[in-house]
Structures are given as C-alpha cells and as structure tokens.
C-alpha cells in the first residue's frame, strides 16, 4: 500500500513539472515576454538612428560649461543644486586616498582645493544620463511616464510622471532628480529638442575642447563609432548590465 | 447552469462593461502605440524651444568677431561659450548678451590648475598674472588673443 502512494504522487509530480517546464519553455519563445525583461528593444531596423555618447577624459579641461549650458538650455532651477549633467574632480592623493569633489557640480568651474605636492594625480570626469539599453529606471515606473524613445534615448513624459521618485533610486548613476517647481521627475533627453533639429546637444555645443560627441551607434562609420574603433573606451558599473550607452575614454577604475 | 449563478451573471456583465468604459476615458490618446508610455511625448519634448542657437546663426551677422576669430587659436569655439545662450537675441536684438572677459570668466579654462592638461589649454594664474590690470580683456582681445592691446 505504502509503495502504491509513493508511485502515485511521483507520477503527480513528474506531471507537474512536465507542465511547468512546456510553460516556461513556451512563455520565453513568446515575443513579449521579452519586453518584460528589457524596458527597450533593441532596434531591428538599423536603418534608425540608436544614440550614444562618447567623452573623452583626456580632453577634459573642467570648465564646466556643459553643467551651465545644460542648465541654461533645459530650463534646470540654478539652485536647489539639481543636475541633469555635472563634471565631478577625482584627485589621487599620494597616501592613497580618493578625493571627489563637484562644488555646485562644476557650474561655476573648478579651484585647486589640494596642494600640487599631496597629488598623486587627478582629472576630470563629466557625468550626465547613461542612456541605457537596459534603462533600470524606465523598467521601475508604475505608470508609464517614463520610456525609452526609438532612439534609444531615455525620456520622462511630464505630463503622465506622477513623482513617484521610484526611477530616482532605481538609477545606479543618480542621473535623475525631482524637478522644485514642477514635482515631476527630470533627466538629461541628450537635448532631444536640440538634436531632432539638427543641432548639437548644449553640453556639445559649449565644450571648448570637443572632449564630448554623441552619434549613431547603427553607423558603423560615424563619429561616435570612429571614436570607439580609435579609444580604449569603457563604460560606469559595468557589472550592473545596464547596457550603458556612454563611453568614457581613459576612464580610471577609481570612477564610481 | 446553477440558479444563483443567472442571476449574478448580468451583474458581472455591467461590472466588466463599467471597468471597460472607466478605462476607455483613463488611458489618454496615443498611449501604447510605440511601447508601454505616451508615444504623442515624444513629439511634446522634440518641440521645446532651443536657447543656444549655434555658431552658424552668430556669424551670419557678427562677421568682423567670425572673421579675427577664425585665424586664432580659439577658432574651435563656439561664440556661446562665452557670450552665453543666443537663441532670443538672434530673434530679438534687443536682447543683450552678456561680454565676459573677466577674470573670473577666463579663468574657468586658463586658470592654473593640476588635472587640467598642459597641452589641452594655455594655463595662466590669474591670482597673479598682470595684477595693475583688472580684467583679462584689458589686455587681450578674446577673439584674437594674441593680438595684446597696449
């Protein structure tokens, strides 16, 4: 009797797990399934364009004109200090230590804050939105309002962001913040009003040393993917597979 | 079919017509056509008015700046950079821009600083630099800078 029980409910079993497995096995071929896992496509047709940026460490100077302009053009308040594009100083100190440093993330430009003989070596890196693939913060909002256009630019719908804050923690990059004024969630569009006009993002049109570029990654002959061919480029927290689309040239493994 | 279900059955028949007719208003035009937002956005965000208006725009009037800047080493520059954004002034001349020329201004880029390349951008310490004068375009003309002024 004892061993007729025993074969019933493994035959139970082998049934259920049977039909579990055909359920994941049929789910994961369908198409959208895969939407839930990835807040964007990728695009299919690579006649569109599918933006990236690229800066260039090396040419870095930290004015912080891109801070400023970016400011200026998005209609970003001066103060509270919120940023769609900043410029943080990594400096190395000979006794190991990191110092990181963005005073009013770097609108007003940089001053020397430690002597030339405690430096082991420092630079400039300009942060802005990542543009990710795999956007973590698109993949969070409860309503929709935030998306990754065709373009693989990740947008915030105004009129829909209810000001959850949700994308503002899940961002690795803190490339979000909540407008003052209009309780809405704002972030870096790559200037897609500038860009659908044919012109360069205001942080690209005011950098005096071309230390930044955007371009079409599908145009394997374009600038941005000149620069990737001719750099040793690399990516924030790769390990978070957010599928970053903002190369950093001679970026130092310090950077966070 | 059970009694008692007939009769609720109307009654779940309306509950679904009004959740259909609530959601039918709720979801706002366009919503869904491109991916799970508002694809009409999209459209909303390209159509923001611009306030840096670019170089090309600048020189179309302000030929003799264009012209010495052209021959010197801030040719790469875009005007805005220094003079700030020039969309509404293009529009409007009587919307003034700003002349920097300050130390402050110059600064930004020429001052002496460590992580600043050598090679990338001239370094001056401003603190020191000619202190009888007071402003950098006392002496220089920002759009040939070499040419000094006496």
Known sequence: MGAKRINKSRRRFLKKSVVAGGTILATSGLKPFSVLIFAAKEPEDTLNPWYGIGIDIEKCIGCGMCAKSCKLENDVPQEPFYFRSWVEQYTIKNDGTIKVESPNGGIDGFSQSVPDNEIFKTFFVPKMCNQCAKSPCTQVCPVGATYESPEGIALVDEEYCIGCRYCIQACPYGCRYLHPEKKTVDKCTLCYHRITKGLKPACMETCPTGARIYGDLNDKDGELSLFLKKHNCQILKPHLNTGSKLYYNELSAEVR | ?150
């Open chain 2, 1 to 150: 079919m059970p009694p008692q279900l007939k009769t609720l059955l109307p009654f779940f028949a309306a509950l679904i017509l009004f959740f259909l007719i609530i959601r039918h208003f709720l979801i706002p035009e366009s919503f869904g056509e491109l991916g799970h937002y508002r694809a009409n956005s999209i459209e909303e965000i390209g159509d923001l008015p611009i306030h840096y208006a670019g170089k090309s725009v600048c020189i179309d009037c302000h030929d003799i700046e264009a012209e010495q800047q052209r021959n010197d080493s801030h040719a790469s520059l875009s005007c805005e950079i220094c003079h700030g954004p020039g969309a509404k002034h293009a529009n409007d001349y009587e919307v003034k821009l700003i002349k920097s020329g300050t130390r402050k201004d110059c600064g930004r880029c020429h001052n002496l600083h460590s992580a600043r390349k050598i090679e990338a951008v001239v370094q001056v310490n401003i603190q020191e630099h000619h202190t009888e004068r007071e402003n950098c375009i006392d002496c220089h003309n920002p759009h040939a800078v070499w040419e000094l002024k006496e």
